[in-house]
């Protein structure tokens, strides 16, 4: 049971600290072929999968025509066998967001991909979301789970968007220090951290344009939990850089 519970973990660890995602749909113009592309993902805080792409993309098109979708996330190997790194595939069908739909999720999506808000300004470009149905994940050499959609998605925190926003707000106008010690003990470069984000998981920095995932100990539920956490990362990095 712990085993389960630290793979699942681990899981939505590893799709939270990557942010491009190769995807597999089924090819209309190849009379059904996979056909492999890459895009930017996002997480829910329960753990569905939001992208952003435009219409005349070949995978949107083939996802209008078979909405089924498998989108790969992994760690790339700096040296050494791929196969010992972890990796993560996630099974479901994904649906094209109206705009009123997808008006919960572009904020985020936009502090996490700034560039893609440009996009905007393309008629053509839509919020896709893909629930979760199957799980797949590979820790590493006989570390191999099917996870269940029970195991993998989270309850919704008890914050809304606007929540997010005022904790992300107050971390970086009143605490732009503890959010560079932060960043910096995770990601192993010093400078200047914007927060992007805050999930139940963790949260995300912004340094020098690249994206950092910060795992809490424990998942937060509550803007109190989250406070705690913050702290708790504050005295960690400060103690790691003394």
Same mark, same amino acid.
């Given at each position: ?43 829910? #805080? *329960?753990?569905?999968? =939001?992208?952003?792409?435009? $219409?005349?993309?070949?995978? !949107?098109?083939? %996802? ?98 606007? #929540? *997010?926003?005022?904790? =992300?707000?107050?971390?970086? $106008?009143?605490?732009?220090? !503890?959010?560079? %010690? ?61």
């Amino acid at each position: 049971m712990q085993e389960r519970l630290n793979a699942t973990k681990a899981a939505r660890q590893l799709a939270l600290q990557c942010q491009s995602a190769v995807f597999s749909t089924l090819s209309h113009k190849l009379q059904g072929a996979p056909f492999g592309s890459v895009s930017t993902v996002m997480l829910t #805080d *329960e753990g569905d999968v =939001i992208f952003y792409v435009s $219409d005349i993309a070949q995978h !949107a098109r083939n %996802l209008e025509h078979d909405n089924r979708l498998s989108i790969t996330l992994y760690h790339q190997a700096s040296a050494g066998d791929q196969n010992t790194e972890a990796r993560l595939t996630l099974n479901g069908h994904a649906q094209k967001l109206s705009h009123q739909q997808a008006a919960d999720y572009e904020a985020r999506y936009f502090r996490l991909f700034p560039a893609a808000e440009a996009y905007k300004q393309a008629h053509d470009f839509y919020f896709w979301k893909m629930p979760v149905e199957h799980i797949r994940f590979i820790g590493g050499f006989g570390e191999i789970f099917w996870l269940t959609q029970q195991e993998w998605l989270q309850p919704a925190p008890a914050w809304q968007t606007h #929540d *997010e926003l005022s904790m =992300i707000v107050h971390m970086n $106008d009143d605490h732009a220090d !503890a959010c560079a %010690l932060i960043a910096a003990q995770h990601s192993g470069q010093a400078g200047a951290a914007t927060m992007v984000t805050v999930y139940p998981d963790g949260c995300h920095f912004m340094q020098a344009e690249r994206l950092c995932f910060v795992p809490f100990v424990t998942p937060c539920v509550n803007a109190q939990e989250v406070r705690k956490a913050l702290v708790q990362l504050t005295q960690q990095a400060r103690k790691a850089a003394a």
